[in-house]
């Protein structure tokens, strides 16, 4: 192939310039995004209980949403 081109350089000036035709004539359909919408695959709970301790947070809350959460599919 590049013994091809080298005989042929106006063969490859010809390829490049088609594969430049193309890349500009597909350039409008390429799918671009700044912010790319995607949902993670997890979830930030924060829970404010004044006065518990870490024990009884985990007991009476977190526990609770665990299980409350567990069966959901993502």
Do not use: W
Not at 11 to 21: E, G, I, T
């Amino acid at each position: 192939m590049i013994r091809f081109f080298s005989r042929h350089p106006t063969a490859a000036n010809l390829m490049m310039f088609a594969l430049l035709l193309l890349g500009l004539v597909s350039l409008p359909q390429i799918k671009r995004e700044t912010f790319p919408e995607f949902s993670p695959p997890y979830i930030i709970a924060s829970v404010v209980y004044p006065g518990a301790s870490p024990q009884e947070v985990e007991q009476s809350i977190c526990m609770r949403m665990e299980d409350a959460v567990d069966g959901l599919a993502i």
